[in-house]
């Protein structure tokens, strides 16, 4: 069950696209797909509607049986269990539901806080994506799963970035390309890169927003101020594999984020052999547990992420590289897929 079918939507990429030749997979949505999905998996379109979404909720389930039935964002998991109790064979797929977690418990808007606590009480498994993420639900909704939930880590699919960063290059002319990539919404805290880059950009450098949100227009507005409209670049949303690229030609990818669940764009960064410069919160810590040559700094700290990307641009490109490479064995070792695959695989296999 996914809300909104779309380029950069992680749950059609990381958990659909890669096993389609492995498993029977369909896909219901609530609004029209944006994109064309191959033939191997069917899709039970919404139309934006309630009444479009419990149609194709009823139009899949007449379909096929199914061992399992997957949710991922928490008004899609509530309205599943509405379609759901019109459906003749109710208690069956109510014994498939899995719900994926997605993001930490205060990322979330009130509405979908309060629309988790059924969904943790009614659904099968309640599968986690990383330890921080679990570690962030109050004790009322622990209490909920009575030893329903998982932590399945997320993942990146590593070999769909090598494939799309073959032939990439690095920057050139003596430009130090920052790239950073998330939505433009407060909780990502692109306002504080931006004040960072105004610290440390001497006319060497440039910044790549990659992502859309609400905050564009107030970006611009800053860049404008700052007059940095022309050394920094908002791409909106771009194709996901040009994404890829973007990080592999990049110096350094920052995160400033105020929270997160596991973040597959930190894990694809790394995977295409670009150092990364993170806020110190616990989903990112659990990315670098371990490790020496990925720096944590503070939530919000300008001065200090200032401090860390100029420490960068004074690297040499070979040091830079050495850094690189370092983070792409990182996530081969941790966040393939095949490991995320794995877990859900045995998560399925417990309701089978």
Not at 12 to 23: A, I
Not at 26 to 55: H, M, N, W
Request: proline share 5%.
């Amino acid at each position: 069950m996914i809300f909104l079918l779309g380029e950069t939507n992680s749950q059609y990429n990381e958990h659909c696209l890669p096993v389609k030749d492995e498993r029977d997979l369909s896909i219901c949505t609530y609004f029209e797909p944006k994109l064309q999905v191959p033939e191997e998996i069917e899709v039970f379109a919404g139309d934006g509607t309630l009444r479009g979404f419990f149609r194709a909720i009823g139009s899949a389930v007449r379909a096929s049986c199914y061992d399992v039935i997957h949710a991922h964002a928490p008004p899609t998991a509530v309205l599943l269990m509405l379609g759901l109790m019109r459906q003749r064979r109710r208690r069956k797929l109510f014994h498939s539901l899995v719900y994926t977690v997605h993001d930490s418990f205060y990322d979330y808007k009130l509405r979908d806080k309060l629309f988790m606590l059924p969904i943790f009480a009614t659904f099968r498994r309640t599968v986690f994506c990383g330890h921080a993420a679990q570690e962030s639900y109050p004790a009322l909704w622990q209490t909920l799963l009575r030893g329903r939930g998982r932590v399945v880590p997320n993942a990146a699919d590593l070999e769909r970035v090598e494939r799309a960063v073959s032939g990439a290059g690095g920057s050139a002319n003596g430009v130090f390309d920052i790239v950073s990539v998330g939505r433009l919404e407060e909780v990502k805290d692109p306002l504080a890169l931006v004040a960072a880059f105004r610290q440390v950009d001497d006319g060497s450098a440039r910044l790549h927003l990659i992502g859309a949100g609400t905050l564009e227009s107030r970006l611009k507005d800053e860049l404008r101020r700052s007059e940095l409209d022309e050394r920094v670049t908002l791409t909106g949303l771009i194709p996901r594999d040009e994404v890829f690229i973007r990080c592999a030609e990049a110096d350094l990818f920052v995160s400033p984020s105020r929270g997160e669940g596991l973040p597959v764009a930190v894990m694809e960064a790394m995977a295409s052999g670009c150092p990364v410069l993170l806020s110190d919160i616990a989903p990112h810590r659990e990315i670098a547990a371990g490790v020496d040559f990925i720096p944590l700094v503070p939530v919000g700290d300008a001065a200090l992420i200032a401090r860390e990307i100029d420490r960068f641009k004074r690297m040499t490109p070979e040091q830079r590289r050495e850094v690189g490479a370092k983070c792409r064995n990182l996530a081969r070792d941790r966040f393939g897929l095949e490991r995320m695959h794995a877990g859900y695989e045995t998560v399925y296999r417990e309701l089978a």
